[in-house]
């Protein structure tokens, strides 16, 4: 299989500070994606990112897929970022379907 | 909007009498998709439908059977839950087209508590 790993395992910030969290997978993946899972569970898409680099408001990801990492930055960070962030890779070998491979997460906390 | 609804929200059952979670969506995916996702961990994968393909991971107890009826509906029975079943569980479609997977979405979760 696959081994995901994101880093670091939490991050605990001041609002207004910036962060980049980091995500690398140990073979090469059809695709990656970036989630949020909110206070109350629920995984919200931030990005869906094989390469190149993705900006939305103050998030931004860049995937570097020849060097097996992507990095998800989040700028002038306010309280409702908190959660973890996941990075999943869609990597499917001797199989035609896709599925995702989750990393462990990365826990952040942003105090007002 | 297009999304993936999950219902109930929150299930609370006894050990050992079968529960029924409910998953639609409007987004017309090909592929739909149950994790379990236990405190602090990430969402682990159990089964997931392609059409009516079904494709069971290996280490899936027997104990969690899908049915998916038609494309827009796909259910997660568990037969007899014990209280190490006691997680959320999630939901997921995306759009398989030529081998490739397209992103996919995730619904609200629904939590069960095991008594």
């Known amino acids: 299989g696959i081994q995901v790993e994101q880093s670091p395992p939490d991050l605990i910030l001041q609002e207004g500070a910036n962060s980049t969290l980091r995500c690398n997978f140990s073979d090469s993946v059809n695709n990656l994606q970036w989630f949020h899972q909110n206070p109350w569970g629920q995984l919200i898409n931030l990005f869906y990112?094989?390469?190149g680099t993705k900006q939305n408001g103050r998030l931004s990801a860049t995937t570097v897929a020849t060097e097996r990492y992507s990095l998800l930055y989040i700028s002038s960070s306010q309280t409702t970022d908190s959660g973890v962030y996941f990075c999943?890779?869609?990597?499917?070998?001797?199989?035609?379907?896709?599925?995702?491979?989750f990393g462990r997460g990365t826990q952040l906390t942003v105090w007002p | 909007d297009a999304m993936v609804i999950q219902n109930p929200r929150y299930q609370v059952t006894q050990f050992g009498k079968p529960v029924t979670l409910s998953c639609s969506q409007t987004?017309?995916?090909?592929?739909m998709y149950w994790y379990q996702q236990k405190s602090s961990q990430a969402p682990k994968l159990l089964f997931h439908?392609?059409?009516?393909?079904?494709?069971n991971e290996a280490d899936t107890p027997d104990n969690f059977q899908s049915r998916r009826p038609n494309t827009s509906f796909c259910f997660l029975d568990i037969r007899s839950p014990g209280l190490g079943d006691a997680a959320m569980y999630l939901c997921a479609t995306s759009q398989q087209r030529s081998g490739a997977m397209g992103e996919q979405f995730f619904g609200p979760g629904t939590r069960l508590t095991v008594l």
């Open positions: 987004l017309n995916h090909n592929v």
């Open positions: 439908y392609y059409d009516k393909d079904f494709n």
């Open positions: 990112i094989p390469s």
């Open positions: 999943a890779v869609d990597y499917h070998r001797g199989s035609t379907l896709g599925r995702l491979y």
